[in-house]
């Protein structure tokens, strides 16, 4: 992800009922987030599907039981999160909001992968984003 909330990259996509740990695994998806957040010592930002991955993956705290609220000091590392996950999610909105074709798809997972990777070479040109390996 770039900084303006760019995708540089898209994995391939798997079924929807998968849990995303799985997806992960299944990727080594995981792998490669610890593997980048190593080399350049940044923690990885996760949602909550991706509660207990391990170390290194930072997840929110969720809401206590019985209608208790979060201590302040975590309702603000939630916040904190949420701030800095939103430029991923952005990047998400980019392509779905350019491309009507990803809203609502109905074409297997094998297919949408390579709809998906022509959308952000085409999102690319667009943005006259051009990286240096082109």
């Known amino acids: 992800m770039r900084p303006d909330g760019l995708p540089i990259w898209t994995s391939d996509a798997m079924p929807g009922h998968l849990h995303d740990l799985t997806c992960a695994h299944h990727l080594n998806v995981t792998d490669a987030l610890y593997w ?19 170390q290194g993956i930072h997840t929110p705290y969720k809401q206590p039981a019985a209608g208790r609220r979060l201590a302040p000091d975590n309702r603000t590392y939630n916040t904190m999160l ?31 992968g390579d709809i998906v990777r022509a959308a952000l070479h085409l999102t690319h040109f667009e943005y006259r984003y051009l990286p240096d390996s082109c």
Not at 103 to 108: Q, V, W, Y
Request: aromatic residues 6%; hydrophobic residues 35%.
């Open 82 to 112: 949420r701030s800095m996950r939103c430029l991923g999610e952005r990047g998400f909105a980019i392509l779905t909001g350019r491309w009507r074709t990803l809203r609502h798809s109905t074409a297997s997972p094998r297919s949408i």
């Open 36 to 54: 980048a957040a190593s080399q350049i010592h940044l923690p990885t930002l996760a949602d909550s599907g991706y509660a207990g991955a391990g």
